[in-house]
């Protein structure tokens, strides 16, 4: 996970990039050509974390994001259009953006920086740009567990199958290659 990968893969690329806040994306996603889009996951997880260690104040976060994934959920159910998408989401999801946004920054004030919420705060305010991207086209997702589950994938069979083997490089560039073209 070095920064000069994905300097050289989006080198000649345009659109939408889905990412997590891994600071290596940060150079070639700054090309006006491309939109970067954040993951809701990442940033949901790192609330969950927070609560789970006990900081009852995260769980608010949770359930404003749920209703986000309740909207993506209900769209996917009843087969909706790029446009009823987009449309659906500007009516609902914007109005919940804003408020999950109003109230991380009234509690940035208070959560300690080196807290759970404050970092999972600290995240979400850093790469809210990002996370509210999804909004611009339909055809996005609201997050990129899709992608993380088929990387997941390609690691796991690295590891068991060709970790010992003198071959692992290659045979990982060549999965990673039909997992991205899949």
Request: glycine share 16%.
């Given at each position: 996970r070095s920064k000069e990968g994905p300097l050289e893969f989006f080198r000649n690329y345009e659109g939408y990039v889905q990412a997590d806040g891994y600071s290596a994306y940060d150079q070639p996603t700054a090309k006006p050509e491309i939109v970067r889009v954040g993951c809701m996951a990442h940033a949901r997880r790192k609330f969950v974390e927070a609560f789970d260690n006990?900081?009852?104040r995260a769980e608010e976060f949770i359930l404003l994001i749920g209703t986000l994934y309740l909207l993506e959920k209900m769209c996917k159910d009843e087969?909706?259009?790029r446009e009823e998408i987009y449309a659906l989401r500007q009516e609902h999801a914007t109005p919940v953006l804003t408020n999950i946004k109003a109230k991380m920054q009234a509690l940035q004030r208070e959560a300690l920086p080196g807290s759970d919420l404050g970092k999972a705060i600290t995240y979400a305010m850093n790469e809210w740009k990002y996370l509210c991207n999804y909004l611009?086209?339909?055809n996005l997702d609201i997050d990129n567990n899709i992608a993380e589950r088929c990387i997941k994938e390609v690691v796991i069979v690295t590891t068991t199958r060709f970790a010992r083997s003198l071959s692992a490089g290659p045979m990982l560039l060549l999965s990673m290659r039909l997992s991205?073209?899949?």
């Open positions: 006990g900081d009852q087969n909706k259009s611009l086209d339909g991205s073209i899949l």
